[in-house]
């Protein structure tokens, strides 16, 4: 019995002989953080000696280990953790270098980065608990308030010009066939096609179809709305015309229909006649040409053709007259006109 007493003495005093080394209590783990999955279950007893890893929430870095040293727990911190500018950095257009920020930020702190030329920060990147909040680098330039009629050089715009300094900046009128209501930067608007405007054209009733269109308007604002061509080789005289009974033939050629009650469908050139054909068709040239004299219609004779638009009258012989009520000539002068 005293040997089976002095055993169990010996196994709770240790290997040593001496007495035990008091164990310590695990019953959570560091604030802001939680017991790792290698740390004592049921009972929570970490011997001494013997260390755990205790796990922090997130947004929080982990210092240190669990360890028991003879009956006192030391537990590890969990630190607010920081934030890295550097990367950061790569994803924030127009930023030139750190600025006031270091390359790690820490936790509830904040920094300026320094933005580009002709940028400015707005705002600054500050971290809470590893996550970084970011700032913009934005354009200082001001648009230039070009004045109705003008737009910036080459047709720039605001979104085009924002590297370009004001001074730098140039407003030019609006070029012909364009035009530009409002001050400002933005561009000038094109006429509708067909359509011509002056220089520096303020609104669009500035445009007008060109001689060789006629004008169609939107029906409650009478504002222009396109310009429809006329038939080739004609054009509006004069004004503005709103429809095809407006379009003439040009000077030099002629109107198909010849009739004008009917609508314009071409403008052809010019047919010269040939005298010689006409002779033949009307039997001019057999046993009776003896009673016909060229006349006027001589200055053609060599050519064997009339310009289109021209006429000459023939003669008869010296005693003889032109039979009246014939349908070769439609009058008693024997006047040949060619159309």
Same mark, same amino acid.
């Given at each position: ?5 002095l055993?169990?003495w010996?196994l ?5 002989g001496g ?8 019953t ?5 953080g939680? #017991?790792g999955?290698?740390?004592p279950?049921?009972?929570?007893n970490l011997s001494s +000696?013997?260390?755990c890893?205790a796990?922090c929430?997130?947004g929080y870095d982990?210092?240190g /280990? ?8 030391r537990?590890?911190v969990?630190?607010?953790?920081g ?7 790569? #994803?924030?257009?127009? /930023? ?6 270091p390359?790690?930020l820490?936790? +509830?702190?904040e920094?300026?980065p320094?933005c580009?030329?002709n940028?400015?920060?707005? $705002?600054?990147?500050s971290?809470?608990l ?7 680098c !934005?354009?200082h ?5 070009c004045p109705?009629g003008?737009?910036f ?13 004001v001074a730098s900046?140039v ?5 012909s066939?364009?035009?530009k209501?409002?001050? +400002?930067?933005g ?6 096609? %067909?359509a011509?405007s ?6 669009l ?10 004008a169609?308007?939107?029906?409650? !604002?009478?504002a222009l709305?396109s310009c ?5 080789n004609s054009q509006?005289?004069? +004004?503005s015309g709103t429809?095809l009974?407006?379009?003439t033939?040009? !000077?030099g050629f002629?109107?198909e229909p ?6 314009? #469908?071409?403008?052809?050139p010019p047919?010269?006649?040939? &005298? ?15 009673q016909l004299?060229?006349g006027?219609?001589?200055a053609?004779?060599a050519?064997q053709f009339v310009?289109? $638009?021209?006429?000459?009258h &023939? #003669? ?8 009246? %009520?014939?349908?070769?000539?439609g009058?008693?002068d ?6």
């Amino acid at each position: 019995v005293v040997a089976a007493a002095l055993a169990g003495w010996a196994l709770a005093a240790g290997p040593a002989g001496g007495a035990s080394m008091p164990s310590c209590s695990v019953t959570r783990g560091p604030e802001n953080g939680r #017991l790792g999955a290698d740390c004592p279950q049921e009972p929570h007893n970490l011997s001494s +000696g013997s260390s755990c890893q205790a796990l922090c929430d997130d947004g929080y870095d982990l210092q240190g /280990v669990m360890v028991c040293d003879n009956g006192n727990l030391r537990l590890p911190v969990c630190i607010p953790a920081g934030c890295n500018v550097s990367e950061a950095l790569e #994803l924030v257009d127009n /930023v030139a270098d750190l600025g006031s920020c270091p390359e790690q930020l820490e936790s +509830g702190e904040e920094c300026e980065p320094l933005c580009g030329p002709n940028y400015d920060a707005s $705002g600054n990147f500050s971290c809470l608990l590893g996550n970084l909040t970011t700032m913009e680098c !934005t354009s200082h330039w001001m648009p230039v308030p070009c004045p109705a009629g003008f737009e910036f050089e080459d047709g720039m715009d605001a979104l085009n010009v924002h590297n370009r300094s004001v001074a730098s900046a140039v407003c030019t009128p609006c070029p012909s066939a364009e035009y530009k209501p409002e001050v +400002g930067p933005g561009p000038c608007k094109k006429c509708p096609a %067909g359509a011509n405007s002056n220089i520096g054209s303020h609104f669009l009733a500035d445009c007008s179809c060109n001689a060789t269109f006629f004008a169609q308007f939107e029906a409650e !604002t009478f504002a222009l709305e396109s310009c429809v061509p006329c038939p080739n080789n004609s054009q509006v005289v004069s +004004g503005s015309g709103t429809s095809l009974e407006d379009c003439t033939c040009q !000077t030099g050629f002629m109107r198909e229909p010849k009739d004008d009650s009917l609508s314009l #469908l071409v403008c052809r050139p010019p047919y010269n006649c040939n &005298l010689t054909a006409f002779f033949n068709y009307a039997n001019l040239t057999g046993p009776q040409q003896h009673q016909l004299k060229m006349g006027t219609c001589a200055a053609y004779e060599a050519g064997q053709f009339v310009p289109s $638009g021209k006429n000459c009258h &023939l #003669l008869c012989d010296t005693g003889t007259g032109p039979q009246l %009520g014939t349908d070769i000539f439609g009058a008693v002068d024997l006047e040949l006109m060619c159309e």
